[in-house]
């Protein structure tokens, strides 16, 4: 069965720091997998997605991530955090057949940002 | 464009009452998901609609919750009798199309407490 580990529950950053915050995934084969965010008092917004065109996949907001079949991990990065970016961060993955996007999510990784 | 709006945004009950979510997904949108959240862990799938069709449910925990998307528009899932252990965030999300790599479209959630 497909899980996705986060590291991390909370992460805190400086701002203009780099932001790393980590996912690995289990799936026997390469599954698609995404980056979600959850503003305050906001829904889940789609940061970003990986479907096998490029390992390297760039998001809104400045954010990216590697797709690392190798190490099961899909890490999401910044290279300089803002106070905006304050949030709580899921990791999913959805299966490659099936048919549909029926998403399996990681247990998220709430960012703080710092002056 | 609306996006896709939950109602309500909480809902406190007692333990033993009965309370209905509902969900108004994009229009256009076939496919219709409910997830819940329980506090602090991982955001799990509930069921996914395609129209009025319920195409997986296996998520769903018990018999207590039922959900019902007539008419292929708007969804609403129900818990009756609602447990202690039922408190969580419903998200309700919606997409257009199938397939796994399709963008999800989430709405801001429900926080039910049951008391």
């Known amino acids: 069965a497909q899980s996705v580990t986060q590291l991390g529950s909370h992460v805190s950053v400086s701002e203009g720091a780099l932001v790393l915050l980590r996912c690995n995934y289990s799936?026997?084969?390469?599954?698609?997998l995404f980056w979600y965010v959850q503003y305050p008092n906001q829904g889940l917004q789609l940061l970003l997605k990986y479907t096998s065109a490029a390992t390297l996949v760039k998001g809104i907001n400045g954010f990216e991530a590697e797709f690392k079949k190798s190490e099961t991990s899909f890490h999401l990065t910044k290279p300089s955090a803002h106070m905006s970016d304050a949030a709580e961060y899921f990791c999913?993955?959805?299966?490659?057949?099936?048919?549909?996007?029926?998403?399996?999510f990681g247990a998220g990784t709430r960012l703080a940002v710092h002056p | 464009e609306a996006g896709v709006t939950q109602f309500p945004s909480h809902s406190v009950i007692e333990k033993g009452q009965t309370v209905t979510l509902r969900c108004d997904p994009i229009s256009g949108h076939d496919n219709l998901y409910w997830y819940r959240r329980v506090m602090g862990k991982e955001i799990k799938f509930l069921l996914h609609f395609v129209k009025e069709s319920k195409q997986d449910e296996s998520g769903m925990p018990n018999n207590r919750f039922l959900a019902e998307r007539t008419g292929g528009t708007y969804s609403t899932l129900k818990v009756q009798p609602a447990e202690l252990e039922d408190s969580g965030v419903y998200f309700c999300a919606s997409s257009q199309e199938l397939g796994g790599n399709t963008e999800a479209f989430f709405g801001q959630g429900t926080r039910l407490t049951v008391v």
């Open positions: 799936s026997s084969v390469p599954p698609y």
């Open positions: 999913a993955v959805s299966p490659l057949s099936g048919g549909y996007n029926k998403l399996i």
